[in-house]
């Protein structure tokens, strides 16, 4: 069984900074990408980004380039999203997931998801 839990989500301005966590755990073995997605009401869900476990390689969605950075932490099986220059249209429930797959963006090659953590950018 996997376990993810996200936290770091919150009520910010625009410009801030906030940097969300998830904590794989249970049976992480097979777990090759994390991804992070995001779901803003009325919409679906979308890729944000994703990193493989081993190299640390890393893909972003084109709205948060240049903004926001994944990376992971292998020895407390964690990894992090740091989203600087928030904008209003960065709000959303975020997600962390899991992929037996390397480095994919589509939803359906995530097996594994968090509950997500909330994140308001007020304008």
């Known amino acids: 069984q996997v376990q993810l839990v996200e936290s770091g989500g919150g009520l910010v301005q625009a410009g801030d900074s906030l940097r969300l966590s998830c904590v794989h755990s249970?049976?992480?073995?097979?777990?090759?990408?994390m991804g992070w997605f995001r779901q803003a009401p009325g919409k679906e869900r979308e890729f944000v980004a994703a990193?493989?476990?081993?190299?640390?390689?890393?893909e972003y969605a084109e709205s948060v380039k240049g903004r926001f950075t994944i990376s992971r932490d292998n020895a407390k099986n964690t990894v992090y999203l740091q989203m600087n220059s928030l904008k209003p249209d960065d709000t959303a429930i975020y997600y962390c997931?899991?992929?037996?797959?390397?480095?994919?963006?589509?939803?359906?090659?995530?097996?594994?998801w968090g509950q997500g953590t909330q994140v308001t950018v007020s304008s």
């Open positions: 249970g049976r992480t073995f097979g777990s090759n990408t």
């Open positions: 997931a899991s992929s037996r797959r390397l480095l994919r963006v589509d939803r359906g090659s995530y097996s594994y």
């Open positions: 990193i493989t476990w081993s190299e640390g390689t890393t």
